[in-house]
């Protein structure tokens, strides 16, 4: 099991998918996690769990294979959230894709984000 919160974790991961398969064609991140409490309930260091988890985790594992995927220039990345996750921490990551997808960046990590980088 790799805990994605740790960066050394997820470039072993990585390396050792694309060592056995030989590439990495998509990826759906669904680690995540939260407190079943009221924002004023969690502590500071529950808080700083959940980002680390749900952002900075999404972060590390997305940002390793989508430069694996630019790269070979095909590849597709799917982020999963709950309904509730949008008016809160993972709304980032939803964020994240609907900028770029309104700015139509047209460099290829946009593309790989997307889920629409041709080979």
């Known amino acids: 099991m790799t805990n994605v919160r740790k960066p050394e974790e997820v470039d072993a991961l990585v390396g050792a998918a694309i060592a056995k398969f030989g590439k990495i064609d998509f990826l759906i991140n669904n680690a995540g996690g939260q407190f ?41 990345i799917v982020s999963i959230v709950h309904i509730y996750s949008f008016r809160s921490r993972r709304a980032a990551v939803h964020t994240l894709r609907r900028g770029a997808r309104r700015r139509r960046q047209h460099d290829a990590f946009a593309r790989v984000l997307l889920g629409a980088a041709k080979a």
């Open 36 to 76: 079943p409490a009221r924002p004023f309930d969690i502590s500071d260091n529950g808080w700083r769990s959940v980002v680390d988890l749900n952002l900075n985790g999404t972060w590390n594992v997305t940002s390793r294979v989508g430069k694996h995927m630019v790269e070979r220039g095909y590849g597709a």
